[in-house]
Structure formats: structure tokens, C-alpha cells
């Protein structure tokens, strides 16, 4: 996710369908004043801004009450999915939740 800050990144957990649903948004402003012919002045602004999302289905054997944190460095998202251990059965909870991206 090149050019998107931490800020604008949304990770929210469904723990009832089992998806993880990823949001971001960029947005970005040039503004540049240049001089012509005869001494005119003028001054130009673009702005873009663009947003996207994906939902992904977590596997049956992903601890989903584990999933911690999520990072971005340099334009690159990491969420572990630390699977369940063998000896806990899975453990089934209703709702959703969004977890922190630092």
C-alpha cells in the first residue's frame, strides 16, 4: 500500500463469518506557483485521492481472539494469524471487531 499513511489503514475482524476486511484511503496535494512571460503569476493546486478495500476469509484453524496488531512499514501491511493450538478447541464468538495498525 505505497503512499497510503498508517492513519488511513482500517483492519476490522468479523469473528462470525470469519473475514478480515482491510480499508485504506490516500489522498495527496501539489501546489506550485510559476511566473510567465510579462511578469504573470499563477499558482496551480491538483489534489487525488482514492480508496480501496479487500475482504478475506480466515481459515478454520486461525486462533481468531489472537489476532493482535497490525503494522505498516514502507507501504507494507503485516497481520499474523497465529494458528489454534491443538489442545484448545475453537472457540466460537459472535460479532466483530477492529484491531490497532501501528
Known amino acids: 500500500m505505497p503512499g497510503v499513511n498508517k492513519s488511513?489503514?482500517?483492519?476490522a475482524?468479523?469473528?462470525?463469518?470469519?473475514?478480515?476486511?482491510?480499508?485504506?484511503?490516500?489522498?495527496s496535494v501539489r501546489e506550485e506557483d510559476q511566473?510567465?512571460?510579462?511578469?504573470v503569476t499563477w499558482h496551480i493546486t491538483?489534489?487525488?485521492?482514492?480508496s480501496g478495500s479487500?475482504?478475506?476469509?480466515?481459515?478454520n484453524d486461525v486462533d481468531i481472539a489472537s489476532i493482535g496488531p497490525a503494522s505498516v512499514v514502507d507501504g507494507v501491511l503485516q497481520i499474523r494469524?497465529?494458528?489454534?493450538?491443538?489442545q484448545a478447541p475453537a472457540q466460537q464468538q459472535k460479532g466483530g471487531r477492529?484491531?490497532?495498525v501501528q
Open 8 to 11: 488511513d489503514v482500517s483492519v
Open 13 to 27: 475482524i468479523n469473528e462470525e463469518a470469519r473475514t478480515l476486511r482491510v480499508a485504506a484511503c490516500a489522498c
Open 35 to 39: 511566473t510567465g512571460a510579462g511578469g
Open 46 to 50: 491538483e489534489r487525488a485521492s482514492g
Open 54 to 59: 479487500r475482504v478475506l476469509r480466515i481459515p
Open 81 to 86: 494469524l497465529p494458528k489454534q493450538s491443538q
Open 98 to 100: 477492529f484491531i490497532d
